[in-house]
């Protein structure tokens, strides 16, 4: 089932991760779920100070990569969010590439691996890793999958690939607005 977020809900995973970090300030998986929770609230607008949103998220997934170096879910988290924030995107590819080593089934991984890709120019690869993803987690939530997938073909400037994909997308999650945008500007192309 898709699980939609809303802000209460980002709110009450941040203060059960924060519970977390306080009892044990080293437990890396907690660290680095608080980053992804930044993730969530800036991707979202949920935040009245995105620059102090995206600040703690950094800190966080850095943290978290100092507690644990070889948790392929804490290197993938902050992989991502580092990626998102936009931090060293080579550095990020790096972590995440790691995290698909140590665990080459980690099927989030691959998810996460397909939009750092996007954030670096690679559509190609990203529409690889986001095809990996879905194979190895066919029960996933595949809106925001078949979205990157149609965003790599836009980038590539396969506009009725990319058509194709969004729409599909948007079948699965019909008020997705980031999937109405690129839809838009496939549509512009």
């Known amino acids: 089932p898709v699980i939609e977020v809303d802000i209460s809900l980002a709110n009450l995973a941040l203060d059960l991760v924060g519970e977390a ?6 437990y890396g998986s907690a660290i680095a779920l608080a980053a992804r929770c930044q993730f969530v609230l800036d991707a979202n607008d949920w935040t009245n100070d995105p620059e102090s949103t995206r600040r703690e998220g950094v800190d966080l997934a850095r943290r978290a990569l100092g507690a644990v170096a070889d948790d392929p879910v804490v290197l993938g988290n902050a992989a991502f969010v ?59 939530d595949r809106a925001a999958p078949y ?22 997308g948007l079948q699965e999650r019909p008020t997705y607005l980031t999937a109405h945008r690129f839809l838009a500007s496939c549509y512009a192309h």
């Open 21 to 26: 970090i306080k009892r044990d300030p080293h």
């Open 82 to 140: 580092l990626a998102y924030f936009g931090e060293d995107i080579d550095a990020a590819m790096e972590l995440i590439d790691r995290a698909l080593a140590l665990n080459p089934s980690f099927a989030c991984g691959w998810r996460d691996s397909g939009f750092i890709r996007l954030y670096a120019g690679q559509p190609d690869a990203a529409i690889n890793h986001l095809e990996t993803y879905l194979r190895l987690n066919p029960r996933a």
């Open 147 to 168: 979205m990157g997938i149609g965003m790599g073909h836009l980038f590539a400037r396969r506009f009725e690939e990319a058509k194709a994909m969004l729409l599909r």
